[in-house]
């Protein structure tokens, strides 16, 4: 002993570096020499060990080289006072602790960060204050260590140095191991800086980060879980965990959540937490890492078994307790629907079976305090999106995986807060992430197994309720809610009627999507009300075309579900075919609507469901087209576009069975028009009478039925009128005057309904001078028949006369058709009557009329009109002329001589006088 008081004192000599460090060198061997020794009983005569004596003598001076210039200096006496811990008593505990503040708990001035600059130094200063810790843990309370050690943990955390963090993180737990009762007044200073390291780079940092604060929190710091209110979200700690609980590394996340499993069993105020951290329990639930996602079944299962636990009180007064999981209605497990899931996910779910539902107590657990952090994972959902730091996670993907676990546990209790969820999930149902999208797909298909459709059916359809004698609605309950008589009078709204086109394409998938969940539950009557408000008008907008495909998945998932657990619901083999065919023509209807908008990619898929209606129905689709024509010609669902594919589709043999219905149908149609309301769908009407007339359906009409669309519909519509839209149903009406023309159908009515012929003779005759040019070409079109009709000279005179007119008209078209027409006029001169003949060919008994004469002056003067078409569509016809007769052929060249010369371009002229 003696022999070292020399190096003793020349550990104070700061002048010579050497010394300083040969002499340590000295003290730490000497101190390994005597710790070898054997240790005296209490019977020796000296009970003081020379290793005790040694580290008395030599544990003061040695303290003071901490602050030494030399790094390798320092290093050697932190080692040997670490060597000294065990040995002496709690004495040196105060100057030991209080050295190592001063080195790492404290800073230079101004902040340029703590006293000792080395690394290592730092690093085996805090490791000597964790072991004396470890070594005097009954002391540190006595020796009030705490405030020094509050220090060092917080600088050490804030060093940029990982190793020192982990350490700190080693010495918050043999803190909490020495003095737990002291802890708890410094865990709030401490959680703080561990907090600040969740989002450190290395993993292994951000894991020991995770065991300090759950000891911190559970040695008095679980105040800072609950400060949501006293900072912004992205400051709180719920928010940090949010980041730490979708950590990339898994055993962070395992760390985590075992930390969750000692807050919500052990801590005093624990049920306070269930709604922070709960949330994040079953997010676990579909972690990627099957050893995370048992975990937190388990922990689930120790909640519900806790919860039972608290709530055994089984008082059958509820006001004088707590509502158990007793008092809410739960189905029984043989009733709990079928998990099998038609969307794809992939975001790893639980086993659905029955085996496998949760626990009744856990799912009460979860229900009790959803409506808590509910709100909030609906609002997550629909916020613009962000990457989780050190996650392959983003914040949405994260609250889809809350809300999905979530609906598992909640069940049918859900439809508490189903406008919500129903909210958030249209709203994104056609994000631009097409991930969330998929997702979403996903958990509203789950959403329809826990919910039935009388709960959401309010998406696309009215108020569905029963309602009394005077029209007010009953409840389920049988209470009647009186109305007052305007608000009888108002239609119904629902979500798709008051909502924005863009949004009516999400609530009808939405809708589908839970209508595929349904299987279990939907009804027939609610299949009736779901295909009843699809057909109508207003529902289907044939513009747009993510609306049309959404509309004709939603009618494919209700074929489905109608043929689906044995039912069959469109058979007409079933129980009810009477039904069954009602509620195929409705689908039919609507597929046949959809088969009529200008969309080119809706038509083949309207049509494809067509076909599926038909196999699901178990006909062919000519049976089916055959079995619902006469319904829907007399349906209220009748529309222009389901008219128009039911005439073209039908078989020739459905038309001639109904040919009758359908006549009648147009009649009743557009018989009655008021130009001024409505004339879109009517007008819609009118081109498919045309387009029927002019097919060869169409052809084999009645004449009585020719005459009725004459008289109530064709010849009403061809008079003027001053509204603009009437001349465009007098365009279509000419048109089909014109078929009835062009196929001869008209002249055999001559002998028994000539005043029929003689007023349509008259509008066609009084259209060759209409402000319409389409009207007036197809007037000047019809002539030539019209010539053929067994009418008198003088009528034929004035046809002629106002046809002639006709090589004004300021359209050329007009014009060239003026001069077709005369061509065939004398092209088709036999079949006309014997007083037209004797008026458009001269003879020696009547001579030249004057008619003829003013048939060739005036094809003559327009024969020299600028327009080619024109001079050669008249030359034609005046060779036609010439060609008939030789009286006619005399005339047409004496006057072409006549003219020849007055022509710009005699070549026409030569080509009728060599013919």
């Known amino acids: 002993m003696e022999l070292l008081q020399r190096d003793i004192n020349c550990l104070g000599d700061k002048s010579d570096l050497g010394k300083r460090r040969q002499s340590l060198q000295r003290i730490k061997k000497a101190l390994a020499n005597a710790s070898k020794q054997p240790e005296k009983g209490p019977d020796d005569e000296e009970c003081e060990s020379e290793h005790l004596q040694i580290c008395k003598a030599v544990y003061r001076p040695v303290l003071k080289l901490f602050s030494d210039s030399s790094e390798s200096v320092r290093e050697s006496a932190v080692d040997t006072i670490v060597s000294c811990m065990g040995v002496l008593d709690e004495t040196c505990l105060n100057p030991v602790v209080e050295q190592i503040a001063f080195r790492i708990g404290m800073e230079k001035e101004g902040g340029r960060g703590l006293l000792e600059p080395s690394e290592d130094v730092r690093l085996q200063l805090l490791e000597l204050a964790t072991k004396v810790l ?13 405030d020094w050690y509050k220090e060092i943990i917080i600088h050490c955390l804030r060093d940029p140095m990982p190793e020192l963090k982990k350490e700190a993180s080693a010495t918050i737990k043999e803190l909490c191991s020495a003095v737990p009762s002291q802890v708890k007044y410094i865990s709030k200073n401490l959680v703080e800086p561990v907090r600040a390291n969740f989002k450190h780079k290395h993993g292994q940092v951000r894991l020991q980060m995770v065991k300090a604060f759950s000891r911190l929190i559970m040695h008095g710091a679980a105040e800072v879980l609950e400060d949501t209110r006293d900072f912004t979200e992205t400051q709180t700690t ?5 980041i730490v609980i979708n950590d990339q590394n898994e055993s962070v996340r395992l760390t985590l959540l075992k930390s969750f ?5 052990r801590l005093v105020g624990r049920l306070d937490h269930h709604h922070r951290l709960m949330p994040f329990v079953l997010l676990c639930l579909t972690d990627a890492s099957s050893q995370v996602s048992t975990r937190a079944r388990q922990l689930m299962d120790e909640l519900g078994r806790l919860y039972a636990k608290d709530n055994e009180n089984n008082d059958p007064h509820v006001e004088h307790r707590h509502i158990t999981y007793k008092d809410i209605e739960w189905y029984a497990d043989e009733f709990y629907p079928d998990m099998t899931m038609e969307s794809p996910t992939n ?100 959403l329809g197994k826990f919910t039935e459709p009388k709960h959401y059916i309010p998406l696309i359809l009215a108020d569905q309720r029963k309602r009394d004698a005077d029209g007010n609605p009953i409840t389920d309950d049988g209470v009647v809610v009186v109305t007052t008589d305007e608000d009888k009078k108002k239609e119904p709204s629902t979500w798709y009627s008051v909502c924005t086109p863009k949004i009516r394409a999400s609530l009808v998938t939405v809708f589908c999507q839970l209508l595929k969940g349904a299987k279990e539950t939907i009804t027939l009557s609610q299949v009736d009300a779901i295909v009843e408000a699809v057909g109508k008008e207003e529902f289907i907008d044939l513009d747009r075309e993510l609306l049309l495909n959404s509309i004709i998945n939603l009618l494919q998932t209700v074929m489905v579900l109608c043929t689906e657990q044995g039912r069959n619901w469109l058979s007409t083999s079933g129980d009810d075919p009477e039904h069954a065919r009602q509620l195929q023509f409705g689908l039919l209807c609507c597929f046949l609507r959809m088969t009529a908008t200008e969309i080119a990619a809706i038509p083949p898929r309207a049509e494809e469901s067509i076909q599926l209606l038909a196999k699901h129905s178990n006909q062919t689709i000519q049976d089916l087209y055959k079995t619902h024509f006469g319904t829907a010609l007399n349906s209220p669902l009748l529309s222009p576009p389901v008219l128009r594919n039911l005439l073209e589709t039908a078989s020739a043999d459905t038309h001639a069975e109904h040919r009758d219905k359908i006549v009648h149908l147009f009649v009743k149609l557009l018989s009655e028009i008021d130009y001024d309301v409505d004339t879109s769908n009517n007008l819609e009407y009118f081109l498919h009478l045309n387009s029927y007339l002019d097919s060869s359906n169409g052809a084999g009409l009645t004449d009585e039925q020719i005459e009725m669309l004459l008289r109530l519909v064709l010849i009403p519509h061809c008079s003027w009128n001053v509204s603009r839209a009437s001349q465009q149903f007098r365009r279509i009406a000419m048109g089909c005057i014109s078929i009835f023309v062009a196929r001869n159908r008209l002249l055999p009515l001559f002998p028994k309904m000539g005043d029929l012929m003689k007023t349509t003779i008259d509008v066609v005759q009084s259209s060759y001078d209409t402000d319409d040019a389409a009207v007036r070409a197809v007037a000047v079109t019809m002539t030539p028949s019209l010539l053929k009709w067994p009418i008198e000279a003088g009528q034929c005179n004035e046809i002629m006369k106002e046809f002639l007119k006709c090589y004004n008209d300021q359209k050329d078209s007009v014009r060239i058709g003026t001069a077709k027409a005369l061509k065939r ?3 088709e001169m036999e079949s006309a009557s014997d007083r037209v003949k004797d008026l458009m060919v001269p003879t020696p008994q009547f001579g030249t009329s004057q008619l003829v004469e003013e048939v060739v002056k005036l094809s003559l003067i327009h024969m020299d009109d600028p327009n080619e078409d024109l001079k050669e569509a008249i030359c034609s016809a005046l060779v036609t002329m010439a060609n008939r007769a030789p009286s006619l052929k005399e005339v047409v060249q004496t006057k072409t001589k006549a003219v020849k010369s007055k022509h710009s371009v005699p070549t026409y002229c030569d080509q009728i006088l060599t013919c």
């Open 238 to 242: 719920l928010y940090a965990l949010g």
């Open 825 to 827: 006029i004398y092209t």
């Open 134 to 146: 470890r070594t005097y843990p009954h002391d540190i309370a006595a020796a009030n260590l705490i």
């Open 261 to 265: 499993s000692k807050w919500l069993t």
């Open 347 to 446: 975001i790893p779910q639980p086993y659905g079976a029955r085996e496998h539902r949760p626990d009744v107590c856990s799912r009460m657990v979860v229900t009790e305090c959803v409506r808590r952090w509910l709100p909030d994972v609906l609002k997550k959902i629909i916020d613009p999106d962000w990457s989780v730091p050190f996650s392959h996670m983003k914040q949405r993907t994260v609250a889809v995986r809350m809300l999905q676990s979530t609906l598992r546990y909640v069940e049918s209790n859900i439809v508490q807060y189903l406008q919500e969820v129903l909210d958030c999930l249209y709203k994104t149902v056609y994000d631009d992430d097409k991930h969330i999208a998929k997702e979403i797909l996903y958990t509203s298909e789950l």
